[in-house]
């Protein structure tokens, strides 16, 4: 699984930022049960169709698929889609320059996979810090905890639609969100001036070392060089900008909480017993039985 996970990182090398993203994406949906892996069928439309999740690199599933089709010919039939994608995102997470944390095994992989339960349940870049906080908190997680998760924004992009009302026509007096390093913005501006008729477009969430994992993310934001509205909000928000503040100063602090954070957000909801089972047709994508 190893040489698989770091192969494929070589050849492709968003493969770990597309994979934290894809593993965020699973556990809070269903718990950590590699829902979110399965294709819809004519009878459901699974998870990863739903409107947020079209965007998920494929690169995220493609390591998970290259690992369990190894694991499938060496120990058929053992090891769950759901322990996979916690151990490549840790994996990925620490090749990049990321903490290593422990990844406890033993998932099962969900039987229900539905894409009505992903709007409202998952962050979105146009939410209110107040709307980001609850979905963190009837999940358990402390407000540390979501800034933490959130400097997972080190590594990886967004799509130009995502963060264009900031920076196009914000209001009469501005062409950006004044929270946005003018120099910035305009950079911003001409990155995705053509993001209307290719939606494919995107930027760096961390314009300075993207694909390290480290703490520049929080050093951006008192900086105005943050990508998303909550960036910007999040450094303001008197909630959450004394943990930015502190991940910006002690990079040390951030590796301890995002590990940390990771671990605990890696139990969530997690399936074992009956209520799992072990994909095992040679693909994380199919469930073996037909899906609830």
Known sequence: MQDTITNKQITSPTTAAATLRLFFHDCFIEGCDASVLVSSTPFNEAERDADMNLSLPGDGFDVVVRAKTALELACPGVVSCADILAVATRDLVTMVGGPFYKVPLGRRDGLVSRANRVEGNLPRPTMSISQIISIFAVRGFSVQEMVALSGAHTIGFSHCKEFSSGIYNYSRSSQSNPSYNPRFAEGLRKACSDYQKNPTLSVFNDIMTPNKF???????????????????????????????????????????AFGRAMEKLGLYGIKTGRRGEIRRRGSCLMRIGILA
Do not use: I
């Not at 105005?224 to 991940?247: I, K, S, V, W």
């Open 214 to 256: 480290d703490n520049m993310y929080f050093q951006n934001l008192p900086k105005g060089l943050g990508l998303l509205a909550t960036d910007h909000t999040m450094a303001t928000d008197p909630r959450t900008r004394q943990f930015t503040d502190l991940y910006a100063k002690n990079q040390s602090a951030f590796f301890e």
